[in-house]
């Protein structure tokens, strides 16, 4: 059971809106960063957006990030058969020493 | 570029360690930045093991702490991961990567992954 938690699957037609949520706590998301990465089947996962809602160079605007409080989100506009793939969400969680959390990952089908 | 590449035995017999080795190009461990390691079980989510910074400062996940030593050797521009008393349960693809400034940020640069298989 991962700590941050994400729905298992989203969906939607070439054109859309697709919004991907990740909720978490007070010591992950409601005190760091949170970052999303899209993983292409049998590919290494690629970093999509850095403290919340930075676009690493490369990253096309039609993605974009947001958290409030200890959620987040994953927006991803003018959706694209290529943007079907598994989306993570992660996080620094402060207790214990710690450590960098996931989300359990959501797969994104275009339809 | 930066790049990363993962190396080691793709199949390890239970109750042995797991070692892989992380060749980094491009750019010099000792210049800078955490630089770790994460695993993805076949068909399931991304898993953080630990991260080390060219001093040998280590941060481990608690879940795995008690199994698990990362170093790093500069003189080699590389870093290690050795897993011991593995179970089937270790069975994964192991990627190596590298935080993007600090240990609490992102991991920017990933390598192409290796896949462990646990069995006798």
């Known amino acids: 059971q991962s700590v941050l938690t994400q729905p298992p699957s989203a969906s939607g037609t070439p054109g859309q809106r697709v919004t991907i949520s990740c909720s978490g706590s007070s010591s992950n998301i409601g005190s760091n960063y949170v970052y999303w990465y899209q993983q292409l089947p049998g590919t290494a996962p690629k970093l999509l957006i850095y403290r919340n809602n930075q676009r690493p160079s490369g990253v096309p605007d039609r993605f974009s990030g947001s958290k409030s409080g200890t959620s987040a989100s994953l927006a991803i506009s003018g959706l694209r058969s290529e943007d079907e793939a598994d989306y993570y969400c992660a996080a620094w969680d402060d207790s214990l020493s710690g450590f960098v959390v996931f989300g359990g990952g959501t797969k994104l089908t275009v339809l | 570029q930066v790049q990363l590449q993962e190396s080691g035995p793709g199949l390890v017999k239970p109750s042995e360690t797991l070692s892989l080795t992380c060749a980094v190009s491009g750019y010099s461990i000792s210049s800078g930045y955490y630089w770790g390691w994460i695993r993805q079980p076949p068909g399931k989510g991304l898993e953080w093991i630990g991260s080390i910074y060219h001093s040998g400062s280590t941060y481990y996940n608690p879940s795995l702490k008690s199994r698990v030593t990362i170093s790093v050797d500069t003189s080699k521009n590389q870093f290690s991961l050795k897993l011991s008393s593995v179970t089937a349960a270790d069975t994964a693809v192991y990627y190596c990567?590298?935080?993007?400034?600090?240990?609490?940020?992102?991991?920017?640069?990933w390598g192409q992954g290796t896949m462990v298989t646990v069995s006798s």
């Open positions: 990567a590298r935080n993007q400034w600090l240990v609490t940020d992102a991991f920017d640069i």
